[in-house]
């Protein structure tokens, strides 16, 4: 089935310990997706690739950044975690052809900081 | 800016109770409304989007531009309908959704 996959499913690090997240996908999708998911609140989009193209939103710390190899692979580095930044991360895909398209979500990351 | 309200994070109700989960959006332009739900240990999926007008497990959304509100209504909830229901909304023509909060949808036997 063509889905898009988080590895790992939870993830322990340490306070400061860099630590990345990765994403993969088979939908061949121009898009991908990284969200930020705390308990109780919206998931709240950190940044997204259009093919090659990075694009930050204005909110995401410094200290998170992104990676997209080639199309099938989308990688989330947090630099030097805090405790803050203990979160379910979302990855997600979509073909970004305007404002109708379904996005495909992954089973996501949930990140500990210890 | 866009932004998605959902006044309730948790709903429960007892089966074949009415189900209406509550959406309210705010952006100036024509917004596409989207609801997407996450069942127990699966990852979040759409679960209707309102262009389409359709029906699916029972539930249904009515955009309603006054009210700047898309609701999610089922008439008779069923066990297997307990899940996070999450609304979302693209606007001016761009792919990228903004999500609320979620309400979870509890439904007692």
């Known amino acids: 089935d063509a889905m898009v996959i988080q590895n790992p499913r939870y993830q322990v690090t340490q306070f400061g310990k860099p630590v990345t997240l990765s994403c993969s996908q088979t939908l061949n999708h121009n898009v991908m997706y990284w969200y930020q998911q705390k308990s109780s609140q919206a998931p709240k989009l950190l940044f997204h690739?259009?093919?090659?193209?990075?694009?930050n939103e204005a909110d995401t710390p410094d200290n998170f950044q992104s990676r997209r190899p080639n199309t099938s692979f989308c990688f989330l580095d947090i630099r030097s975690p805090g405790l803050g930044d203990a979160a379910m991360y979302l990855c997600?895909?979509?073909?970004?052809?305007?404002?109708?398209?379904?996005?495909?979500f992954g089973q996501g990351t949930r990140l500990t900081v210890v | 800016a866009q932004r998605v309200t959902q006044p309730e994070k948790l709903l429960s109700v007892f089966k074949g109770a009415p189900v209406e989960l509550k959406c309210n959006y705010s952006?100036?332009?024509?917004?596409?409304l989207f609801w997407y739900v996450q069942y127990s240990r699966q990852r979040l999926q759409l679960l209707l989007r309102?262009?389409s007008r359709e029906s699916i497990k029972g539930f249904t959304a009515d955009l309603n531009k006054g009210e700047t509100s898309f609701h999610l209504k089922k008439p008779f909830a069923q066990e297997e309908d307990s899940a996070m229901y999450y609304c979302a909304l693209t606007s001016g023509g761009s792919y990228i959704p903004t999500f609320g909060r979620g309400t979870s949808l509890i439904v007692h036997p």
């Open positions: 309102h262009i």
């Open positions: 952006y100036s332009g024509s917004p596409e």
């Open positions: 690739y259009y093919d090659k193209d990075f694009n």
């Open positions: 997600a895909t979509s073909r970004g052809t305007g404002g109708l398209t379904e996005a495909f």
